[in-house]
């Protein structure tokens, strides 16, 4: 079975902190994804990567950056955290050019104060 | 452009019940259609999914959804709801972009309430 594994369930900041939430799939999908999900608006893409060190600017990348250095691993960077920040963190894999369903880990609940 | 709506923030059906949760998509291209189920507290996975061949897909569960394209639809069914039914779903459209990069857009998602 594909394990999507996010670094953290729960996870308190302050407002300003540098927030990072690391993401591992042991499946070597090329694909992986960040996005938020807040009630009422669904999952809202942050970004993806399709491959080491590539990535791309999903519907809502602002306040945010990745980072992807190895295949397994997406990491998503709050470069200074706000209170609006505060959401549902769901991170998401998949491979190239097959049945394109997406594996996803359990969420980090971030809360920023 | 594409886009997803699901009809129906909440619904709720009795225990036995049909269940029935809509979705309609818009895409340029022929899409890849799926429906993800989200239980508390946890991330999604995958509940069914169409490609291409047969446009009546069968998921876990005992969920059916029919791929109808003429009326840009992919509505989720289950002939007799059950109690750990309760959970919410979303239905997903991807579309594959020169190059074979994924698009993918999600539905605003449904909370199914399931009534004893």
């Known amino acids: 079975d594909v394990k999507v594994t996010q670094s953290s369930r729960y996870l308190v900041k302050r407002t300003g902190e540098k927030v990072f939430l690391e993401c591992v799939q042991d499946m070597d999908h090329e694909n992986m994804f960040w996005y938020r999900q807040d009630p009422g608006l669904g999952l809202r893409l942050i970004y993806f990567s399709y491959d080491v060190k590539m990535k791309e600017k999903g519907d809502i990348p602002e306040g945010y950056s990745v980072s992807r250095e190895k295949k397994e691993r997406f990491s998503l960077i709050l470069e200074s955290a706000s209170t609006n920040q505060t959401s549902m963190y769901l991170c998401a894999s998949s491979l190239w050019g097959s049945s394109y369903e997406q594996y996803f880990g359990p969420g980090t609940r971030l809360t920023v104060t | 452009a594409q886009s997803v709506t699901q009809l129906g923030s909440h619904v709720s059906v009795s225990e036995g019940a049909l269940v029935l949760l809509r979705c309609n998509y818009s895409?340029?291209?022929?899409?890849?259609l799926f429906w993800y189920v989200q239980y508390p507290n946890q991330g999604l996975q995958l509940l069914l999914k169409?490609?291409?061949?047969?446009?009546l897909v069968k998921g876990i569960n005992g969920f059916e959804a029919e791929f109808k394209k003429s009326e840009t639809s992919f509505h989720l069914t289950k002939p007799s709801a059950h109690m750990s039914d309760a959970a919410e779903y979303f239905c997903a459209v991807t579309t594959i972009l020169p190059g074979g990069y994924q698009k993918v857009t999600f539905g605003t998602g449904t909370k199914l309430q399931v009534i004893p």
């Open positions: 895409s340029s291209v022929p899409p890849y």
């Open positions: 169409y490609t291409t061949g047969a446009t």
